[in-house]
C-alpha cells in the first residue's frame, strides 16, 4: 500500500514540472507558431485568426500562411545575394527594400559571440582566483558574484548609463586623472552593449568555471610542475583542458541569452546596434506586425536550438 | 650473478666514514603560520640507497618530502643534492620526480601520454620518447594499455603508470608519498617486492614516505622515524626493531613490553631493574647507564617465553600471573599476561612451537620467562 503511494508520489514530483511546462512553455509557443501563420490585420488583435479550436484546424489547413517565412527566407538570400525566382514577387521586395532582419539576426550573433569571449576572458581569472582563495574565502568570493542578482536587472543596466554617458562617472573620473581632454563616446555604441553584457551575464560564466575548477585536483598541477613544467604552461597543459566543461557550460549559458538580449542593446546601445531582440520589439510594438514579429522569434528559436543541443550534450557527456 | 639479496645485504654506505652522503639535509625547519611542522632536523641519504621516511600522520615527514621536490622551501636549513645547494630551485627545474600519493595521474590523457609528460618537457625527440615511453610501459608490465585512460584502469594498474611516468625522466632521486597506501593488503605486499627490485635494477635513490611501519621494513635500507618534526632513530630495519633508541621508536615499530625500573648492579656484578614492587629484572650489560638512573627494559613478545609450569631455577627472569587474553593470529598466538604486579605482559608463541605445548587457557596461572639479554635497557 505504502509502496503504491510512494510510487504514486514519486509520479507526482514528475508530473507538476512537465505540467508547468506544458502550459507555460509548450501552449504559448504553440500560439506565438500559430500567430506565425496568421496574416497581419488592423484589429485587435493585430492579425487573422489562423485557426480557432480543432474543428477549424483541418478546414483552413489549407489557408496557412507561410508568407512570413517566406519573407524571412528571401530576407536571407537578399542577405547572400542570391534573392530571386521566389523572392521577386511578395511584399518582401516592395515593402523593405533591403534585408534587414538577417541583418539584424547576424549582428546579434556577432555581438554575443564577441561579448561572451570577452566575458569569458574576464569570468576565467576570477573564477580561478576563487578557486584558489582560502577555503574560509571561497564562500564569501561566491556571495559576492551573486550579489548582483539582488538588484533588478534593469536597475543596474540603467546604472551603466550614469557611468558611461559622455559627462557620466567613468568620463569624469578619467579626466580628473588627466588621462583624457575629450570624453570618451562610449554610450550608444556596441562598446557599451559589450560592456552590459559583460557585466550583466558575467556570473553564469564564473559559477560553471568556478565548480570545475574548485573540483580539481591541485596536485595534477604540482605533478606536472615535478616533471619540469613551469606554471603558465602547467596552466595550458593540465587545468585548462581539464576546465574546458566548466568553460563550454559559462559561454553557451551567456551566449544563449546574450543573442536575443533586448534590455541592454536597447538602453546601452545605439541607433546603430543592430540586434534580434530590439528587431522583435519594434516589430511588435512600433510595426504592430504581430504574425512576422512570432515567425522572428520562431527562426531565433531555431537558430539557438542548435547552440543548446551543444550545451545539453556537453552536460550529459561531464556527467558520464 | 649474484642475486639482487646479495647486493642488497653488502650495501652499508652510511657505516663507511669516507661515503659522501647523496642527499644532505642541513638543519631543516618548516613553520606554518605558528605550526612547526618540521624541526631543525638533520639527514644524509645516499646514493643507491631505499630510505624510509617512517612516522605517524603530523610527524612532518609528508612535508619534508614536499621541501625534496620544491613544493616548499624551507623556512631555515637547506638541503643539498649530489653537491649542489636545492634553495630556490622550482620543482620544475629539480633533477627529482614524485610519485603522488593520490597518484595525480592527468585524467585527460591517455597513460602513453602521461608518461610521455615529463619527456615531452624535455623536447626530447619524438622517436627517442616513443622509445623510451614503451620502455617504461614494459617496465610496469603495462604494454597493452597504453592507449587507455587512468580512469579505465584499476587502483593497481594506476600507481603502475604513476610509477612509470616518476621514473620516465630517469630522476636522480625518486620521491615516494605513500606509494602503497591506495591499495589492498595482498597487492600492497606483492608491490613491496616489486618496488624493492625496480630500485636495485635501476640504480636510483629512492626516499619513502610511509605511515606503514610493515612497509618500511620490507622496503627500505634505512628508515628515519620522526615525531613532531624530529628525527628520533636513523638506522637499518634490524636496528630499528633490535636497538631502538627510545621508548617512542620501541613502541612505534612492532609491539612491545616495558619494564620501568631503576638501574642497579647486584653483588656479581650483574646489571638489574629494581621494579616499584620489589621484582627485579635483569638486564644485558648497559655501560651507558649510572646505577641509579630510572630506565625501561624493552622486550618483544617473540622473545618472551610462556608456560603452565613454574620453571626451574636458574633462569634469570621469571615472572608469574595469569592468563588474561589470548589472540590467535593463525601463524603465531600473543598470549597477554597480567603479571601479579598488576602489568600486562604480552607474550608470543609460534603456533608451531604451541602444539606441542600444554595449551594455555584464559584465567590459568602462567610464567613468563626471558633472558636478560632479549631486551634492551632505554633511557628516554
Not at chain 2, 624551507?74 to 614524485?98: C, E, F, H, K
Request: aromatic share 12%.
Amino acid at each position: 500500500m505504502s509502496r503504491l503511494v510512494s510510487a504514486v508520489a514519486s509520479r507526482l514530483v514528475i508530473i507538476v514540472p512537465y505540467v508547468w511546462l506544458l502550459f507555460f512553455f509548450l501552449v504559448p509557443f504553440l500560439i506565438v507558431f500559430k500567430i506565425s501563420l496568421s496574416d497581419l490585420a488592423i484589429s485587435m488583435p493585430p492579425y487573422t485568426p489562423a485557426l480557432d479550436g480543432l474543428r477549424d484546424f483541418f478546414a483552413r489547413l489549407g489557408e496557412f500562411d507561410f508568407e512570413n517565412f517566406k519573407l524571412l527566407m528571401c530576407d536571407l538570400l537578399g542577405y547572400i545575394g542570391v534573392g530571386g525566382g521566389l523572392c521577386d514577387s511578395g511584399f518582401a521586395a516592395d515593402f523593405y527594400k533591403r534585408p534587414y532582419l538577417s541583418v539584424a539576426y547576424i549582428s546579434s550573433l556577432k555581438i554575443a559571440f564577441v561579448a561572451t569571449i570577452l566575458t569569458l576572458l574576464v569570468g576565467y581569472p576570477i573564477a580561478y582566483g576563487m578557486a584558489r582563495a582560502p577555503q574560509s574565502l571561497r564562500t564569501m568570493l561566491l556571495m559576492l558574484v551573486i550579489l548582483p542578482f539582488w538588484t533588478s536587472f534593469l536597475i543596474r543596466v540603467y546604472a551603466w548609463i550614469g557611468i558611461l554617458k559622455p559627462e557620466g562617472l567613468l568620463n569624469q573620473f578619467l579626466f580628473m586623472l588627466g588621462l583624457i581632454d575629450d570624453p570618451l563616446i562610449i554610450m550608444n555604441t556596441n562598446t557599451a552593449v559589450y560592456i552590459g553584457i559583460v557585466y550583466s551575464y558575467l556570473p553564469f560564466m564564473v559559477l560553471p568555471l568556478y565548480a570545475t575548477l574548485e573540483k580539481m585536483d591541485y596536485s595534477l598541477i604540482e605533478a606536472a610542475q615535478d616533471l619540469g613544467c613551469p606554471p603558465l604552461s602547467a596552466f595550458w597543459k593540465i587545468t585548462f583542458p581539464l576546465s574546458l566543461p566548466g568553460v563550454v557550460a559559462g559561454c553557451l549559458l551567456v551566449f544563449i541569452p546574450a543573442v536575443g538580449e533586448f534590455v541592454i542593446p536597447d538602453l546601452l546601445g545605439g541607433s546603430r546596434t543592430l540586434m534580434i531582440g530590439k528587431t522583435l520589439w519594434s516589430e511588435f510594438f512600433n510595426n504592430r506586425d504581430w504574425p512576422l514579429a512570432s515567425a522572428v522569434a520562431i527562426i531565433l528559436l531555431l537558430i539557438l536550438v542548435v547552440p543548446i543541443m551543444f550545451f545539453q550534450r556537453a552536460q550529459a557527456r561531464a556527467q558520464a | 650473478m649474484k642475486s639482487l639479496g646479495s647486493i642488497r645485504r653488502s650495501f652499508a654506505p652510511w657505516a663507511d666514514p669516507d661515503a659522501v652522503p647523496y642527499i644532505r639535509v642541513e638543519n631543516i625547519t618548516k613553520k606554518f603560520g605558528d605550526f612547526v611542522a618540521v624541526n631543525d632536523l638533520s639527514l644524509d641519504i645516499y646514493e643507491r640507497e631505499f630510505f624510509a621516511l617512517l612516522g605517524a600522520s603530523g610527524c612532518g615527514k609528508t612535508t619534508l618530502l614536499r621541501m625534496l621536490a620544491g613544493f616548499e622551501e624551507p623556512t631555515s636549513g637547506r638541503i643539498l643534492l649530489d653537491g649542489q645547494d636545492l634553495s630556490g630551485i622550482p620543482p620544475y627545474r629539480r633533477p627529482v620526480n614524485m610519485m603522488f600519493q593520490s597518484y595525480a595521474l592527468f585524467p585527460h590523457m591517455t597513460v602513453e601520454a602521461n608518461i610521455a609528460f615529463g619527456l615531452k618537457q624535455d623536447r626530447m625527440p619524438r622517436d627517442q620518447i616513443a622509445a623510451r615511453v614503451g620502455e617504461m610501459l614494459k617496465l610496469v608490465k603495462l604494454e597493452q594499455f597504453a592507449q587507455r585512460k587512468p580512469h579505465q584502469l584499476s587502483g593497481g594498474q594506476r600507481q603502475r603508470v604513476a610509477l612509470a611516468r616518476s621514473l620516465a625522466k630517469r630522476p636522480k632521486v625518486l620521491l615516494l608519498d605513500e606509494p602503497l597506501g591506495a591499495l589492498d593488503k595482498k597487492l600492497r605486499e606483492e608491490t613491496q617486492f616489486e618496488l624493492t627490485d625496480l630500485q636495485q635494477q635501476l640504480g636510483l635513490t629512492f626516499v619513502v614516505v610511509t605511515h606503514d611501519q610493515e612497509e618500511a621494513m620490507t622496503m627500505a635500507d634505512r628508515i628515519a622515524i620522526l615525531d613532531k618534526g624530529e628525527v628520533m632513530q636513523v638506522a637499518t630495519p634490524a636496528e630499528v626493531y633490535e636497538a631502538p633508541a627510545s621508548r617512542f621508536v620501541a613502541e612505534f615499530v612492532g609491539s612491545i613490553n616495558m619494564f620501568e625500573g631503576s638501574l642497579q648492579k647486584d653483588k656479581a656484578g650483574n646489571t638489574r631493574i629494581a621494579r616499584s614492587d620489589g621484582s627485579m629484572i635483569y638486564t644485558g650489560s648497559a655501560d651507558d647507564v649510572r646505577a641509579g638512573d630510572n630506565v625501561w627494559y624493552a622486550i618483544r613478545p617473540e622473545k618472551i617465553g610462556i608456560s603452565s609450569r613454574q620453571p626451574e631455577n636458574g633462569i634469570a627472569n621469571a615472572l608469574a600471573g595469569e592468563v588474561y587474553d589470548i589472540a590467535y593470529l593463525g601463524d603465531m598466538t600473543i598470549y597477554h599476561v597480567k603479571l601479579d604486579s598488576g602489568q600486562v605482559v604480552k607474550a608470543a608463541m609460534l603456533n608451531s612451537a604451541r602444539l606441542f605445548e600444554d595449551p594455555l587457557t584464559w584465567d590459568d596461572r602462567a610464567w613468563i620467562t626471558f633472558a636478560p639479554d632479549a631486551g634492551v635497557v632505554l633511557t628516554r
